[in-house]
């Protein structure tokens, strides 16, 4: 076992200079990695909370190729996931320091971890990031949120606390994206008229609800956590949480959090939303998992922009009065219905959109250290969220919804606006922050 100890900059600088006046010579010349940039003292520690796929083979193997962190602990209510991702982080560092724990307070209550990772199921958001803030700590968290409500709330607390907070998702970083962005933002194909979003077409379902055992492994009171108690089955845990209402809110909610980010950037409208949505759909029925299935959803914008979403190939495509902008297939080669508008370049004076190509990560990092908002902040997150989750109540409730995007309410119903948060169970009550 490697038993090498990691020491900050104080003590490396006592040590050295206590063994100086014994040995009565001058104290040795310090590397620049001990007292530069890489010096432990000044990175910043990361708590990884929720170490599953995702958690680990994309948000911490992030982390973990960023000489700016360090990754100082993990969470994870499966302990397999989480000794899983223990094990990498002390390879990545070459020694036995990573620690670990099934309940994310003990990462918050640490005095000596400046930001959390949150990569759990999307019921868990708003609260471990809630809780986080009240900690004082900076937060990435994954998208999206599970209610309206929730987006607002947290929205207001990054703002009282004065938090920097990563949305996490990579598409602003996508060049693809970004460049679709930019053509649309500066008129290249006219005035915006139509976007056009394909979602990807929910795996295969509609899931097992018969009750098994839990793992002696999963910590499963914990990860239902805020939401309805219901018996274990495999199906419902881990990646198949998607599927199920009471943890998430489908494959518009996972999926729509990327392409609708698009969408909303080029149409100016990241800040604001649709004033009206309406379409039609089917739920998985008969088995565990009762999000929706099909569905066909427009939405309306205050400035005539009309917005559809189908499933299929997961795409995007911007039509104006000039022409049209967009890509077929996920991260593919931008297109244009003209050379002109494909090789168009953006002038110095035109409209540049902040990215960051080394992507979410390094951009939380950068953001952490110069207390600026990161390229994905919590509000135009929560407003994303909201585009989707209008998608999700209209086509539960069967009708049209009018919403107000600047008071964030449905105007004249009642009962969708009761949807606009869920119940919890406690002790697992939205914070006051």
Not at 179 to 193: D, M, P, S, T, Y
Request: proline content about 6%.
């Amino acid at each position: 076992m490697n038993t090498r100890k990691t020491i900050n900059r104080r003590q490396f600088l006592k040590r050295s200079a206590g063994a100086a006046a014994l040995l009565g010579v001058a104290p040795t010349i310090i590397p620049a990695r001990v007292l530069g940039a890489d010096a432990p003292s000044n990175k910043i520690t990361i708590g990884m909370i929720g170490v599953g796929d995702h958690g680990t083979g994309w948000n911490l193997s992030y982390y973990l190729k960023n000489n700016a962190a360090k990754v100082v602990a993990v969470c994870d209510v499966d302990e397999n996931r989480m000794f899983r991702a223990k094990e990498t982080v002390n390879e990545r560092y070459g020694n036995e320091d990573c620690s670990t724990t099934k309940d994310f307070r003990e990462i918050l209550a640490r005095k000596d971890i400046d930001a959390v990772m949150i990569s759990t199921p999307d019921h868990w958001h708003t609260i471990i990031s809630l809780l986080a803030i009240k900690a004082g700590k900076d937060v990435q968290c994954e998208k999206p949120t599970l209610t309206v409500h929730e987006g607002q709330v947290l929205s207001e607390a990054v703002r009282k606390h004065k938090k920097v907070f990563q949305t996490s998702t990579e598409d602003r970083a996508v060049p693809e994206y970004h460049r679709i962005a930019e053509l649309v933002r500066n008129g290249r194909i006219g005035k915006l008229q139509r976007i056009e979003v394909v979602l990807p077409k929910q795996p295969a379902g509609p899931g097992d609800p018969t009750p098994q055992p839990v793992p002696k492994t999963l910590d499963y009171e914990m990860w239902l956590g805020p939401a309805p108690f219901a018996p274990y089955t495999k199906d419902r845990v881990h990646f198949n949480f998607r599927w199920i209402w009471d943890y998430s809110g489908g494959i518009i909610c996972d999926w729509g959090a990327h392409l609708f980010d698009t969408a909303q950037w080029a149409n100016d409208t990241e800040h604001s939303g649709p004033l009206e949505v309406e379409g039609t759909g089917t739920h998985w029925s008969g088995g565990l998992y009762n999000t929706v299935k099909d569905y066909d959803v427009t939405y309306r914008y205050a400035n005539g922009v009309v917005m559809t979403c189908k499933p299929g190939n997961p795409s995007i495509k911007f039509i104006g009065t000039e022409g049209w902008v967009g890509n077929t297939g996920w991260r593919a080669p931008v297109q244009a219905s003209s050379s002109k508008i494909l090789e168009s370049k953006i002038g110095p004076e035109e409209i540049h959109l902040y990215t960051n190509p080394a992507g979410e990560h390094d951009d939380f990092l950068k953001c952490v250290r110069s207390r600026k908002d990161p390229y994905f902040p919590v509000e135009i997150g929560h407003r994303v969220s909201t585009v989707c989750h209008l998608a999700n109540l209209c086509l539960r409730l069967g009708r049209k919804l009018k919403w107000d995007p600047k008071a964030e309410q449905f105007v004249g119903d009642a009962e969708a606006n009761r949807m606009l948060d869920r119940p919890r169970r406690d002790p697992w009550q939205l914070p006051k922050v």
